[in-house]
Structure formats: C-alpha cells, structure tokens
C-alpha cells in the first residue's frame, strides 16, 4: 500500500513540478514526498491507538522536512507538497486526491475541544503560499486558494478566493488543475473600486448633459471650441483614476501622445502587459470623460504594448554604474 502510494506520489510531483529532473532526485531531495511517506506510516500507527508513536514519527518528519502533518489528519492520494517548509496540517483535516498545496499553509483549527475543528479540501484543490484555511470549513473541488489568503469560510466547488479574510473573486469556475497557472489571481476589492468609478462616470456625464442642454434651452448659447484643446483633452484624461495604484493616468505617464483634428481625438495609451485586467475598464472611463467635452464629436484610442524588459533596464543602470565610476 505505502509502496503504490509512493509510485503515484512520484508522478504526481512529475506532472505538478517542472523543476523535478528525475526519479531519483525525486526520492532524495523532495521533503514534500518524505513528509508524505511518513506520514502515511504515522497515520497507521495513529488509527490502531498507538499515538505516541503516531506523534513520535510526526515529529521526525518536522524536524527533517518542516513539514508538520498530525498522525490523525486523512491525506489523500496524489497530494504533493511543493517546497514545503513551514506547512502545518491540524488532527481532524481532511485532504482530498490530486491536492497541490505550497510552502507556508495552514490548515488550522479554531475550536479548543475534541470535535472535528479543521477544514476539509476537496479534490483537485490548489492552496497556494502562505495561505490559511481555518476551522471545520469545507473547501469545493478545484476551488484555488491564492497566496496569503485567510479562509474562515467554506468555498464552493471551482472558486478562486483571494484576500483577508478570504473573499470569492469573479465568477469563473475551474473543474480542472490543468489552468493553474495561467493567469493572475484577481482582486475583488479592485473590482469593486472599479465599478464604483464607473458609476461615478456615468452620473457626471449624465450632469453634465443635462447642465449643457439647460443651458441650450435658456440662452441658446452657442458651442465654443476652447483655444487650447490639448490642454483640454489632458484635464479630462486626468480625471481618469487606475485604481490599481490611486492616480491618474495621465500622472503616471500611460498616455503617450493626443492627436487632434477636427473634433476628432485620437490617444494613444501605453500599458506595460498584454494581460492587464484593467485595459479595458481604462479605455472605457478614458474615452467616456473626453466625450464629456462639448466639441469632442469622436474618440479612438490606441493600445501600445511596451513591456519593462528587465535585461535592457539592467544593462543601463549598469552602464551607468559604470559611467559615475569613471567620472
């Protein structure tokens, strides 16, 4: 039993562990796989009442591996422990097949008496660095736990839950691992601060229409091109907010150049990744508030992809290094 246990454990770090070169390397130097196979042999002893040396040969796979699994907690197959060090799993927690969980977890307890006080993961789940999983809480199938998180409440099959406390981000439901590492770990707190902006956009333009068609009606006054319009265009473009960092985009340099002819607007908006979650909630508010501005009959903007490239910026501060030296 312990053996076919440990032939599927070593696939499964295979499959979940591109760094894993080798069988051998695998048996040697993975102490996610050797606080696994003691356990196994702990938690035998545990369920024919020999408990202290259920706990005895716990504690020596923590001091080996800094992995601390109690000899009374159920472990399903294919569970890999990636990294591992500092990963604390209480008596009454129960984890599911094919569960990926990295180094710091903690799947905690919240009760001081004898009851069942420590969650429960179901299968294919993904626990990532860091996080907590506290009490008797029940953890759905390929639910994700982003790094850091602090789950106190139970999480339904496929989510992905992220902050503290633990909160559900986006409606997106995974039925399989094999995404995991595709893409970032959404903020729900972002996209709420998003939407509020949003709303905030929509009732100062509503305002100001029916501010401009007022005064329409009452004086017939009629549309006046301002002398300045870039500066015009910029005033508006700052009114933008990136609610990622708290300033507008015009401060924080994502507007690269205006283009205006006529009463067309053209903007071209630098942003640094092809997968910003905030590309087009921002072309969205940008276009929205140049409208605002009575001679603005059309807006187009433009996207450019430039991405910080790591090894040009560290060649530069280099040469600069460099330069200071010598002079």
């Not at 605002?292 to 910026?313: A, F, G, Q």
Request: aromatic share 6%; with cysteine.
């Amino acid at each position: 039993m312990v053996l076919s246990h440990l032939r599927e454990d070593i696939q499964a770090i295979i499959s979940k562990d591109p760094a894993a070169k080798s069988v051998v390397e695998i048996l040697l130097c993975y102490p996610g796989l050797h606080a696994l196979l003691l356990h196994r042999i702990a938690h035998k002893a545990w369920i024919h009442d020999w408990f202290l040396t259920g706990r005895f040969l716990s504690h020596i796979a923590r001091f080996f591996t800094g992995i601390e699994i109690h000899p009374g907690a159920i472990i399903g197959r294919r569970v890999v422990i990636d990294h591992g060090m500092g990963v604390v799993i209480g008596e009454t927690a129960e984890v599911g097949d094919d569960v990926l969980i990295y180094m710091g977890v903690v799947l905690g307890g919240t009760a001081l008496k004898n009851v069942k006080r420590h969650p429960t993961i179901g299968k294919g789940v993904v626990i990532g660095s860091g996080a907590s999983v506290l009490g008797p809480i029940y953890v759905g199938e390929y639910a994700k736990i982003g790094a850091g998180a602090v789950v106190v409440r139970d999480v339904p099959p496929g989510a992905t839950v992220v902050g503290v406390p633990g909160r559900i981000a986006g409606l997106e439901k995974y039925t399989t691992q094999d995404n995991i590492r595709d893409s970032a770990m959404p903020d729900p707190t972002l996209r709420v601060i998003s939407r509020l902006l949003e709303r905030q956009q929509a009732l100062e333009g509503r305002i100001f229409r029916l501010e401009r068609e007022n005064a329409l009606l009452k004086g017939g006054a009629e549309l006046k091109i301002s002398g300045d319009r870039d500066s015009e265009v910029l005033n508006a473009l700052r009114q933008v907010i990136d609610p990622e960092i708290g300033h507008n985009i015009v401060d924080v340099d994502l507007i690269r150049s205006i283009t205006i002819t006529d009463t067309l607007v053209k903007i071209e908006m630098e942003i640094n990744c092809d997968a910003c979650p905030l590309q087009d909630y921002l072309i969205d508010q940008a276009s929205a508030r140049v409208r605002l501005i009575p001679w603005v009959s059309d807006v187009e903007i433009t996207i450019i992809h430039d991405p910080w490239d790591w090894k040009i910026s560290q060649e530069n501060a280099e040469f600069s290094s460099v330069f200071e030296k010598k002079l």
